[in-house]
């Protein structure tokens, strides 16, 4: 079966780093383009960072750039979220996922929380 | 950036009857590959997203062909034949055609 496990969130205090986690199993990890997208409390979806198969290309809303950086270890069949100087507009259920734009099936986890709060 | 919206967003249904959700780009998502990465999401209460619908009007596998999309370049639609139970959910359209990708704000439907 198919799975994207994440992990990391918690519950951090304005201006802390925090690195999230995204386990894939059942899944060629490495032939895919891996993406996170948050969703804060009541609200919608909002694409947060992709990167390349090979990691070669990364791609950031422009919310988080230079503060959020996108990692992969196909090795490991895992991918991160690098999340500095956290803000509490950053406080969010974060998604990993598969997000193709064709046939081959796109995929999410269940999401891990991330608060910041003081 | 690529700003989506949608209408309308909150549609009450009733069971059996059919509903119809628009989506809108800013600008064309003709990609210059040819195709148009235009996307459906349904996300059903406490549960992650789930892609229907891709380049348009491709559904997904397991998808029920009550739901269709259509549309072109700026404009398109998602229509549910017969509105289900399990149907109730927010659904939102993704861009994949331009960086960065963007949502629209979401269509809560609900049953009437």
């Known amino acids: 079966e198919v799975q994207l496990e994440e992990s990391g969130g918690t519950l951090v205090q304005p201006g802390e780093s925090l690195t999230l986690s995204c386990a894939a199993s059942?899944?060629?990890?490495?032939?895919?383009?891996m993406t996170w997208v948050r969703q804060a409390p009541g609200k919608g979806l909002e694409w947060v960072a992709t990167?390349?198969?090979?990691?070669?290309?990364?791609y950031y809303v422009d919310s988080v750039k230079g503060r959020f950086t996108i990692s992969r270890d196909n090795a490991k069949n895992s991918l991160y979220l690098q999340m500095n100087s956290l803000r509490a507009e950053d406080t969010a259920l974060y998604y990993c996922?598969?997000?193709?734009?064709?046939?081959?099936?796109?995929?999410w986890g269940q999401g891990t929380l991330v608060s910041v709060s003081s | 950036d690529v700003v989506m919206t949608q209408s309308p967003l909150s549609l009450p249904v009733t069971l059996g009857q059919p509903a119809s959700i628009s989506c809108r780009s800013s600008?064309?998502?003709?990609?210059?590959?040819?195709?148009?990465?235009l996307t459906w999401f349904q996300q059903r209460p406490g549960q992650s997203p789930r892609r229907l619908i891709y380049?348009?009007?491709n559904r997904d596998s397991g998808v029920p062909d009550r739901f269709s999309g259509s549309g072109s370049a700026t404009d398109f639609t998602l229509k549910i034949s017969g509105v289900e139970a399990e149907d109730v959910g927010v659904y939102y359209c993704?861009?994949?055609?331009?960086?960065?990708?963007?949502f629209g704000p979401g269509t809560k439907l609900d049953i009437k």
């Open positions: 059942g899944v060629p990890f490495s032939t895919y383009w």
């Open positions: 380049k348009i009007s």
């Open positions: 990167i390349k198969e090979d990691g070669g290309e990364k």
């Open positions: 996922a598969r997000v193709t734009r064709g046939s081959a099936s796109t995929i």
């Open positions: 600008q064309s998502l003709v990609h210059s590959d040819g195709n148009t990465y």
């Open positions: 993704m861009q994949h055609t331009h960086w960065p990708l963007t």
